[in-house]
């Protein structure tokens, strides 16, 4: 079986889901369940005996520990952290917790079991570490995309934990041969993302009739993935990547946000006839430091392990708004209080929540 931490998020969640469906085998599901982990995301697993969720930390090293003595996983994926920008400008701190310390816990117990497995399952064993393409900075408008040789330099505290997760993780492969894989992605959209990221948010806020706060000019570009494209490319790096190796993973879908919030209201606009949805752009005060560029050179991963993405932008936000549409249960359960206040504290007068 495999060990899939952050399983309950966004990525992990369709990650799990997408596993399920096309392998027999097991996952044991390990996440704290913050306010982005939603156990809706994986209903559709209830009565699965393949499936084997764990409420728990991965800083919590003792529990991990316990948890790989007693699962023996061929394999982990991990997905656990606190992931959202604008949170970590505002509170750094669960960000060092869980990206830097609790990966370092996480490490450790890895570490320990790991090490003494009989030779064969050692050598078999795969660590994914999966990151983002945001620990490289930004780029100039024409500059090339980013390469797994770019150097580093990340920009706010969300990258900057990420980035110094990345180099635990590179560490534990230098030092004591732990056949660690890192990944780096561009911004993933699709089913299940927490209305707090960029695509989801203007969907909800559109449907409600809200203002959609676009930061600055609407002129950052970032490059866009279909989640179900993300899961398919770690499936292929934990199956055939190099140890030790990163991989850059991207959709060759560059767009700048307001392009992207055009988009958005042209599909509603089809599938939801309403109100005029493009009117609602209200241009709000920029994101501190704010990244200007991102692209991605997935040449690497293209060309050693034969991937490439499926959905192009228009077919996945098309399937994306789609899944939105069809599930107001889903909505209803991100609609807490905390989530409300989250909206009010991050967009004061812009964007207010009835
Ligand atoms: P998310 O915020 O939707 O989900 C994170 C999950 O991790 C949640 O279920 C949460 O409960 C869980 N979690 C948080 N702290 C934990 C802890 N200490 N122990 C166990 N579980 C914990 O995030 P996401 O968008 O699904 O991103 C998943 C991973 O992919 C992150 O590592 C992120 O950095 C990376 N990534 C995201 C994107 C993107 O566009 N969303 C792109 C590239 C890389
Ligand atoms: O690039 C990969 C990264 O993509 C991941 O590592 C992060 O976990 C993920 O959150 C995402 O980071 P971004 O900051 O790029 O995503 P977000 O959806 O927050 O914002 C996308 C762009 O849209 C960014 O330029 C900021 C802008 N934006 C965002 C929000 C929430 C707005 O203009 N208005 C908004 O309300």
Redesign the pocket.
């Known amino acids: 079986m495999i060990l899939v931490?952050?399983g309950?998020?966004?990525?992990?969640a369709n990650f799990v889901l997408d596993w399920l469906a096309t392998t027999a085998e097991p996952v044991v599901n390990?996440?704290?369940?913050?306010y982005?982990?939603n156990l809706c995301n994986l209903h559709s697993l209830a009565g699965d005996a393949r499936h084997v969720f764990v409420r728990?930390?991965?800083?919590d090293e003792a529990h991990v520990a316990a948890l790989l003595r007693e699962h023996r996983p061929r394999a982990i994926v991990n997905?656990?952290?606190?992931?959202?920008v604008d949170r970590s400008i505002r509170g750094p701190a669960a960000f060092i917790d869980?990206n830097i310390v609790?990966t370092f816990k996480l490490l450790e117990a890895v570490r320990a079991w790991w090490t003494a497995l009989p030779a064969a399952p050692r050598a078999a064993f795969r660590f994914v570490h999966?990151?983002?393409?945001e620990v490289y900075g930004s780029l100039a408008p024409t500059a090339p995309g980013f390469s797994e040789t770019t150097a580093y330099a990340p920009n706010s505290p969300y990258s900057a934990s990420?980035a110094a997760s990345d180099h635990l993780v590179r560490a534990y492969h230098h030092t004591y041969g732990l056949p660690t894989l890192t990944t780096h992605?561009?911004?993933?959209y699709g089913p299940r993302?927490?209305p707090e990221?960029l695509i989801p948010l203007m969907i909800v806020n559109a449907l409600a009739g809200r203002p959609l706060p676009v930061y600055g000019d609407g002129q950052n570009v970032r490059d866009w993935l279909y989640v179900g494209d993300h899961c398919s490319a770690i499936r292929v790096v934990m199956a055939g990547g190099c140890p030790g190796e990163t991989y850059n993973i991207g959709g060759d879908a560059e767009m700048t946000n307001v392009d992207v919030v055009r988009e958005i209201c042209t599909i509603l606009a089809r599938t939801r006839p309403g109100p005029d949805y493009a009117s609602l752009v209200t241009y709000v005060k920029d994101r501190p430091g704010h990244d200007r560029r991102y692209a991605i050179d997935a040449a690497k991963i293209r060309d050693q392990l034969h991937w490439s993405p499926e959905e192009t932008f228009a077919s996945g936000l098309e399937r994306t708004i789609r899944w939105y549409l069809a599930n107001d249960s889903w909505l209803e359960s991100v609609a807490t209080k905390d989530y409300r206040k989250w909206i009010t504290l991050q967009y004061a007068k812009d964007v207010s929540v009835r």
Not at 8 to 12: D, K, P, Q, R
Request: charged letters at 15%; hydrophobic letters at 35%; proline letters at 0%.
């Open positions: 931490t952050g309950a998020g966004f990525i992990g390990l996440d704290l369940l913050t982005a982990g728990g930390d991965i800083g997905f656990a952290a606190e992931s959202h869980t609790g999966v990151s983002t393409d990420k992605c561009s911004n993933n993302q927490f990221k």
